[in-house]
């Protein structure tokens, strides 16, 4: 007599928590990311015994330790290369990439670009909060010009990383950004991120409560959110503020704010398109405060074939008739014999 198939357990956010004290200063924002990333591998009912999360140095990169996953603490910078093996040597697992401004963007700047133009299929959470929290406080390469910290205290003189641009030039097929206390809309990223086949970067602004704190209070804080961001949605136009009466349209090849009645948008307000040309994309990236809202969600979401699947590919096509006969391998097609 056959045995019953046992019913697939449904996991929460619980069963992917790994029971560790979570090392982070109280109200720092990392607590909120690694709750949504728990509440949506669990809602995707993500194998944890498939799941591998990989990570730098820096405040972020204790993540693997409070995932009740596969994980490594790594190197300074290194995370996207050893995820790149991970990945390689088991495409079946699902590896997560979590770094930060510094750890991802200066000394991983290198390992990061190679990572996002090979188009792996990973998952690569980028956690910027503007600032070296870790070793207490120098500046990073996100932080914004003039900025006086303790390794820069006339402020810096640097022109700051965009990590959005960043990532676009690498042409990764999936770039987003999200607020680490903007629930909804960082839990909707999260899962599109998780469901899509190729790279997915993901820059998050969170706060940092000790050496930084308030770098994103407009678009954090509940009073000041609505007229502060601007929610990218697929085919809609780009309207913001909390009554819904203001947009971005370009003109003279130039994006600006206009202002009109909630309901009536005028006809010429530009339309959110994913799969745009890279110059609609970029342009999203200089929309900045205080002349514009910041956006959030999916900039861009294209496909294109992995590098997993490619290696692959070259694989089964080296697989030719006589390719086991080591001395074939060996000596090769290029040989020949002197009398």
């Known amino acids: 007599m056959s045995q019953p198939t046992p019913e697939k357990k449904v996991l929460t956010r619980q069963d992917y928590a790994s029971g560790q004290s979570v090392r982070w200063c109280p109200g720092c924002g990392d607590f909120a990311i690694l709750a949504q990333v728990q509440k949506t591998l669990a809602a995707l009912n993500v194998p944890r015994e498939k799941t591998v999360f990989v990570s730098g140095i820096g405040c972020s990169s204790r993540f693997p330790y409070y995932m009740n996953t596969y994980g490594f603490h790594s190197i300074h910078g ?22 930060g401004d510094g750890d991802g963007l200066a000394i991983g700047g290198n390992h990061l670009n190679h990572t996002l133009r090979r188009n792996l299929n990973l998952k690569i959470l980028l956690f910027n909060n503007r600032i070296y929290g870790l070793t207490k406080g120098q500046y990073s390469p996100t932080s914004e010009k003039g900025k006086v910290t303790k390794s820069s205290p006339h402020g810096t003189i640097e022109t700051p990383v965009n990590a959005l641009r960043f990532a676009l030039a690498a042409e990764a097929t999936f770039v987003a950004r999200a607020v680490d206390t903007d629930l909804e809309s960082f839990s909707a990223t999260l899962e599109r991120a998780a469901r899509h086949n190729g790279v997915s970067f993901i820059e998050i602004y969170q706060n940092c409560v000790v050496f930084n704190d308030g770098a994103f209070y407009a678009v954090e804080d509940r009073a000041t959110r609505e007229d502060a961001l601007l929610r990218l949605e697929q085919g809609k136009p780009l309207i913001f503020g909390k009554n819904k009466d203001r947009g971005i349209r370009r003109k003279d090849g130039k994006a600006e704010v206009v202002s009109f009645e909630p309901g009536k948008p005028p006809a010429d307000l530009l339309v959110h ?9 970029y342009m999203l990236t200089q929309l900045e405060p205080p002349d514009f809202p910041t956006p959030v969600g999916v900039f861009r979401s294209v496909e294109a074939q992995t590098y997993e699947a490619l290696m692959e590919d070259q694989f089964q096509a080296a697989q030719k008739p006589g390719a086991d006969d080591l001395e074939k391998l060996l000596a090769g097609a290029d040989t020949w014999t002197i009398d």
């Open 78 to 99: 290194r995370a996207p290369a050893i995820a790149t093996g991970v990945k390689l040597a088991n495409p079946d697992l699902n590896v997560w990439v979590v770094t």
């Open 273 to 281: 398109d994913e799969r745009a040309l890279a110059d609609y994309q």
